[in-house]
């Protein structure tokens, strides 16, 4: 079963900075939005970010002006570009298409865990 891989996670301090990638499909992005989502310990996952196919791009209140979302559909990837990271940011980043949750639990990766520590 085919399931999206994220990458880039990693250790920062607070006012860091990372990119993160998502392995996907071409097919995927021509049919679907796509989205990143988080999740810590305790907690359901919430979205972050997310892109519909034709580029227009969403955010979540807390990451407006600090993060990006962006693919590049050549290379059939996902990324969420995260600046002025926040301890608050702490997480397992995932990235899913935007569609119904029935349709998404078949896809869910590993995630990428994202730690912001001084």
Do not use: H
């Amino acid at each position: 079963q085919v399931k999206f891989v994220e990458s880039g996670g990693g250790l920062v301090q607070p006012g860091g900075s990372l990119r993160l990638s998502c392995a996907a499909s071409g097919s995927i992005f021509r049919a679907y939005s796509m989205a990143w989502y988080r999740q810590t310990s305790g907690k359901q996952r919430e979205l972050v970010a997310s892109i519909t196919s034709g580029g227009i791009t969403n955010y979540s209140d807390s990451m407006k002006g600090r993060f990006t979302i962006s693919k590049d559909n050549a290379k059939n990837t996902l990324y969420l570009q995260m600046n002025s990271l926040k301890p608050d940011d702490t997480a397992v980043y995932y990235c899913n298409v935007v569609a119904p949750s029935f349709l998404r639990a078949n896809y869910w990766g590993q995630g990428t865990q994202v730690t912001v520590s001084s």
